[in-house]
């Protein structure tokens, strides 16, 4: 392993072996400590990234906006630090299980993973929400971005560790990989002993890396092909609202909606009126050959789907649509094609609903609501980790709780078995 | 991949789909008839586990110990079945998370993990005990034991599968893996898309292959090096009692003391008649400096203790012990030589207790009662898993809560992100 690599993850587990023991008012502190700072360096943090953005030249639309910071989105991470500080600890969390016929009284505790590494590509605010969540929980992360990103990646791990020291914390809880080469993260997903729990949040070339190299345990940020169905007992007003939210509002993160499948006994009256919002807005459709009678009797523009448009994450003002004849295909249809990431269904039918809230396979299923809201903040986590795609350790969003463990505590008074 | 093998993963994922459609009732049913199939098949099982018993000639006595079946084992194992099934259902769970100030609902639903393989050595019940659990908990489970336990194996999950059937339920949900070729057990710990988590429970050659050839998630069942410590402030007679259990009653399994640390206040008194006991009892000590001179001085035999010894899961009656000069020192040696399996404590002092309890690594620790008491039937969960000694997912006795993910429903009336 790369020396310099070593000693940010040898600090790292240093140091989170002397935050274990700090306790949860000085941990919010450092988170405060961390808004201060940060609220005071929107300027050099603004200018670096002008200059990521500057080099970014061949980034396509999805990539240059999650690479880019605002004043507003600089705004949304300070108050994402102070939610998360104001979150309950979940160290503090001690809860009774059981007390058993020989007396012995058995509890849970919550205790932090260890050291974390996040490998991430071009959102910048990553790096201080998962220092904030990785702080609150008494974990120490290790740090390492994407090259669009440099610039701005250190300009905010700066800031992050200029509030821990400001807060008495030791900075070493917060590595920060400077070196972009391929190699560190093959090593971070390689370092068994030092590197606790790696979280990869990115495309298909890095879940390759992961799956070729990971020795650690890894808890995916998967691709979001994420699927909104219009039911046939659906409010039509409210179904095109949330499908222009869900596919325009931000259509570069990975729960915006990719695949609308509406039911087609209300796909004459909704579909159009869908088609013709998103088509103001830009969106481009691949249509199946039902959708594509609706569209073309109600004169919208669209091209032919293809099979391989049920299984892309476009990222785009792109969606794939598709009338679907009954409610069964469409969960079907989620089924086969989703990435576990988010679905979202529109019906004024609880029933319906209710089956489609229990029977889809995701990490968010949502009804009557934008698939945008499958978010840590918007969920109430206060920011997130990411959001695993998988059902080991965590799924959906993760928050401070879940980067943690929890161990069995039993108070006795004697007692030995039988 | 082995076209057999290839078939029972198949036939695994296609059943735990059907029977994540099946109600909490009818999974009760099964877990009942596993039960009564079990209680008429003793038999049977007990001449197919004498059978393996004559061949096992080769193996020490804590293997032997692990792999018989007396009646009274059996009997424990249909206890277990009928205390999983009365357990509460982890998949009713749902609870309420928040409500966001857009009127959102935000709940947690507890869902099935899939299929999961577990690979374990000689001890049969784990047949039943996974069976029990994974069905409880919505999941399928492809088994793969020992050779040395075949046939008591085979003819456990012959009952089981019977019970599944007598149920109505597929019996596909539990797999059973006849090959006992070394390759079956690294394309079950690669089988990605097939397999969504392994539990791999056994010794370092087991763990070695799982280091090597792991794709799927893996939750390890480690070994254990569990620590007694006697503290300062113990009461002697109970330090006495909890000792001798720990360390005697059942020596070749994971949960039994291997490491007695007794601090030097108390050793002249509390290490002496501890010893007397044991060497009753015929174990025999490795033991320090400090320790040697207090049994020496008590005309207790005993043996040095070499550094290999402070890491040695020895599963027989024999036990490392240590004087140490102070409580910090104690917590320092389980950190170092531990597995994070664990821990206990005897003290009168509550202060020392739960600062013992607070700061010692390991998935269960214990205040004034036996290492042994860390397993899933001893702590209320009905049956275990096996015992997870990483953070990951689980930390500690897996039980059927443990085979579960939770994923987000949210409850919307036309909410979008602004």
Redesign the interface.
Known sequence: MDPELKKILEDAKAAQRSLA?VDAAQRSAGLGAIAERLSAARAEVLAANAEDLARATDLDAAMTDRLRLTPARLDGVVAAVRAVRDAPDPLAEERF??Q?PNG?R?FR?R?P??VIAVVFEARPNVTVEAAALTLRSGNAVVLRGGKEAARSNAALADVVRAGLVDAGLPAEVVGFVRDLARERVVELLGA?GLV??AIPRGGASLMRLV?AHA?V??VRHGAGVCHLYVDAAA?PA?AE??A???KV?RPGVCNAMETLLVHADIAPEALPRIARRWAEAGVSMRVDPRGAEVLGAAGVAFEPATDEDWDREFLSLTAAVRVVPSFDEAVRHIDAHGTQHTAAIVTQDAQA?ERF???V??????????T???DGG???LGAEMGIST????????MGARELT?????????????G
Chains 1, 2 share one sequence.
Request: with cysteine.
């Open positions: 023991r299980m059981t058993r012995l058995v505790r205790v993973l260890g068994t606790d729990l799956d020795r345990p890894v409010d409210m609202s949330i222009f939210n869900a509002q609903a809230l229990a029977s396979e995701a990490s968010c299923v949502l009804w009557n609501a934008s945008r809201f499958n918007e969920l109430g998988s059902r080991m350790h965590a799924f959906g969003p463990a929890e161990k069995f505590v039993v108070r006795g008074d004697g007692q030995v078995r």
